[in-house]
Nanobody
Framework: VQLQASGGGLVQAGDSLRLSCAVS????????????VGWIRQAPGKEREFVAS????????SYEESLKDRFTISRDNAKATVYLQIYRLKAEDTAVYYC????????????WGQGTQVTVSS
């Protein structure tokens, strides 16, 4: 499974931004093995932080509790793409945002994209 994150950039505090994660697999069985796609971010000098996830086939979302009022995760299975909409951006949202896949047979995220940088100026 391969993931390509995009949509990051330099934005102003208070702006909105939508990140995209294109998911692909070499075989249909690879895609069928996906349980969920998650967004995880890492700010400079900090640990990686879970942001949100969505189950691949039935679209059930989960959020980090402190972020759920400003973040919305969605997916378009026809495009094999997962989106992360961020509202009212804050300086503390500055981070590299990664998307990752958790397969059905694993408790952790096994496949990772390269990340997209979001920088919020205040």
């Amino acid at each position: 499974v391969q993931l390509q994150a995009s949509g990051g950039g330099l934005v102003q505090a208070g702006d909105s931004l939508r990140l995209s994660c294109a998911v692909s697999g070499r075989t249909s069985s690879a895609m069928s093995s996906i349980h969920e796609v998650g967004w995880i971010r890492q700010a400079p000098g900090k640990e990686r932080e879970f942001v949100a996830s969505i189950t691949w086939f039935d679209g059930v979302p989960s959020y980090e509790e402190s972020l759920k009022d400003r973040f919305t995760i969605s997916r378009d299975n026809a495009k094999a793409t997962v989106y992360l909409q961020i509202y009212r951006l804050k300086a503390e949202d500055t981070a590299v945002y990664y998307c990752a896949v958790r397969p059905r047979d694993r408790p952790d995220y096994r496949y990772w994209g390269q990340g997209t940088q979001v920088t919020v100026s205040s």
